[in-house]
């Protein structure tokens, strides 16, 4: 079992240009998620999908948008790219229910000049 | 959601006893209390989690007062591997909205050789 994978690993991008960030599982999980992390802070949650069909919002949502393609792949799409959103982004995905640990990802590391 | 506090870092010795102790004081009956740690830069790992009682597994025990307000991740020797931050979670039940994870700032272990 490969886990959770994200692509790309690294990504440099311009202010005001747009991209998607890939995410799968291959766990049959339910519930998958999207987090940042700034340098030296905790992880913020910015969208999550407690189930194929559905999405919500997190703590930090705006200027992202998500896409759960299927029960595998939750996409996270910056629109239009700014400085604020340079960080690392993690994956994770886990079974519905607070009894369950979340799996998380390697991170996807974004600069945005 | 409810608020864990954690201090900010704690050193250990190599082969020694680590007890990293988290608050809670505002935990609800269904929250399970959450365990993560993030090795450098690394996605975040689980290491344990327990709803009332104490709970063991290969990585670590998990201590939690018997009001529940307070708990304590034990790892029973120390290796150099285990330094990281790590995270106490309250993650609430499936049909409350805080089922996803909620990240503070951590405890940063520091172990010496």
């Known amino acids: 079992n490969a886990g959770v994978t994200q692509t790309p690993k690294f990504q440099v991008l311009k202010t005001g240009q747009s991209m998607t960030l890939q995410c799968a599982q291959d766990?049959?999980?339910?519930?998958m998620y999207w987090y940042r992390q700034d340098p030296g802070m905790g992880l913020r949650l910015i969208y999550y999908s407690a189930s194929e069909g559905t999405t919500d919002k997190g703590e930090v949502p705006n200027g992202y948008n998500v896409s759960r393609l299927n029960k595998r792949e939750f996409s996270l799409r910056l629109e239009s790219a700014a400085p604020s959103q340079t960080s690392v982004y993690f994956c994770?995905?886990?079974?519905?229910?607070?009894?369950?640990?979340?799996?998380f990802g390697p991170g996807t590391r974004l600069t945005v000049t | 959601d409810a608020k864990t506090t954690q201090p900010n870092s704690m050193e250990s010795n190599e082969e020694e006893p680590v007890h990293l102790p988290c608050n809670h004081s505002t935990i609800s009956g269904t929250d399970y209390i959450h365990w993560y740690r993030q090795l450098p830069s690394q996605g975040p790992e689980y290491v344990i989690h327990?709803?009332?009682s104490n709970v063991n597994n290969r990585m670590a025990s998990l201590a939690i007062a018997e009001d529940r307000k307070s708990s304590t991740l034990i790892l029973h020797r120390a290796t150099l591997r285990d330094a990281a931050v790590y995270y106490c979670i309250l993650r609430g039940a499936w049909m409350d909205s805080s089922y996803k994870l909620i990240f503070g700032s951590g405890t940063r272990l520091l172990v010496r050789p």
């Open positions: 994770a995905s886990s079974e519905t229910g607070g009894a369950y640990e979340q799996y």
């Open positions: 766990m049959n999980h339910n519930s």
């Open positions: 327990g709803l009332t």
